[in-house]
């Protein structure tokens, strides 16, 4: 199967919280997991990916963190700021395959 | 690099009207890709091309859309005759073979 499934759909933070979303996957052939991050009226923009060698990556304030056991991999935002308020999407693919198929999108809201 | 280019960025028509869209990918990106977003669907893949070839169009929803490549640098996505739901955003993403997609700034299709 080739869904990937995304939780929350809307996510209220305070500032200064941390943000967690999550996204759970079926086909154990996925081998690529990107976010992306979408700002109103903007197109989805890379934000951070992980292989399934890793279990975690950490790039700023966002981590993503990878359990390969469980299908499941999530995206954390330490010290959340307004600026981060935007719609984010999970996604897997297959190496050699070009194709993601993303998940339904979390909309995070960063309150002051 | 520019970036990707969509054309136009907003689309108002009637119902059984023609509708093009436009995309520029970005230059030596040799994966094209269409993609379609409502609040209800999320974010869906139409189609892609791989080197001006489709590769895979099981995402088109019917025989009233209609997608080409003529070459590197431009496609099209075309709806004929348009119906009221087929009113969302319609983005167009390139690549190369690095995983990284990178999305235009959508086409917000209305059909009235």
């Not at chain 1, 963190?65 to 991999?73: D, P, V, Y």
């Not at chain 1, 198929?101 to 309150?111: H, V």
């Not at chain 2, 209609?66 to 431009?74: I, Q, Y």
Request: proline fraction near 7%; charged fraction near 20%.
């Amino acid at each position: 199967q080739q869904q990937v499934k995304q939780s929350p759909q809307s996510l209220i933070v305070q500032k200064g919280g941390i943000s967690i979303i999550n996204c759970a996957y079926e086909n154990t052939a996925f081998d690529y997991f990107p976010w992306y991050q979408q700002f109103p009226g903007k197109g989805p923009a890379l934000l951070i990916a992980i292989r399934p060698d890793v279990s975690e990556k950490k790039e700023g304030r966002f981590t993503i963190s990878f359990n390969k056991s469980a299908k499941q991999f999530s995206l954390h935002i330490m010290d959340s700021q307004p600026g981060d308020s935007a719609t984010y999407f999970c996604a897997a693919s297959i190496s050699g395959n070009e194709k993601l198929t993303f998940g339904t999108g979390t909309r995070l809201t960063i309150i002051p | 690099d520019a970036g990707v280019i969509q054309s136009p960025r907003h689309e108002v028509t009637e119902m059984g009207q023609e509708v093009t869209l436009r995309c520029k990918p970005i230059s030596g990106h040799d994966y094209l890709f269409w993609y379609r977003q409502t609040m209800m669907r999320g974010l869906e893949l139409l189609i892609y091309f791989n080197n001006n070839v489709p590769i895979d169009d099981s995402g088109m929803p019917e025989d009233r859309f209609s997608a080409k490549m003529p070459n590197a640098s431009f496609s099209t996505l075309k709806i004929q005759p348009s119906e009221p739901r087929d009113s969302a955003v319609y983005f167009c993403a390139s690549s190369t073979n690095t995983d990284t997609q990178y999305f235009g700034p959508g086409t917000r299709l209305t059909v009235l």
